[in-house]
């Protein structure tokens, strides 16, 4: 079964943070503050066991070794 993922990216159009499931072209939702979206985020991956990944204005991962919630393995 494929890892489900939510990628927190910056919106350099609207500005702010928009997260977005993997291979997704849309946005799931858009927020103003990187906080914000790592909350709702957060929520969210565990509601559908999935992993956050924050990347930066640059589009590069951030803590790749950090990745939260880990889904249980169960």
């Known amino acids: ?16 943070w928009d997260t977005k499931r993997e291979n997704a072209e849309r946005a799931s939702r858009h927020f103003e503050t990187k ?6 985020s ?14 930066g204005k640059d589009g590069k991962i951030q803590n790749p ?6 889904p249980s393995s169960t």
């Open 35 to 40: 906080q914000e979206a790592k909350e709702w």
């Open 1 to 16: 079964m494929p890892r489900k993922e939510i990628h927190i990216v910056s919106n350099s159009k609207r500005g702010g």
């Open 65 to 70: 070794k950090q990745l939260w919630p880990r």
């Open 42 to 55: 957060r929520e969210q991956a565990l509601k559908i066991k999935a992993e956050v990944i924050p990347h």
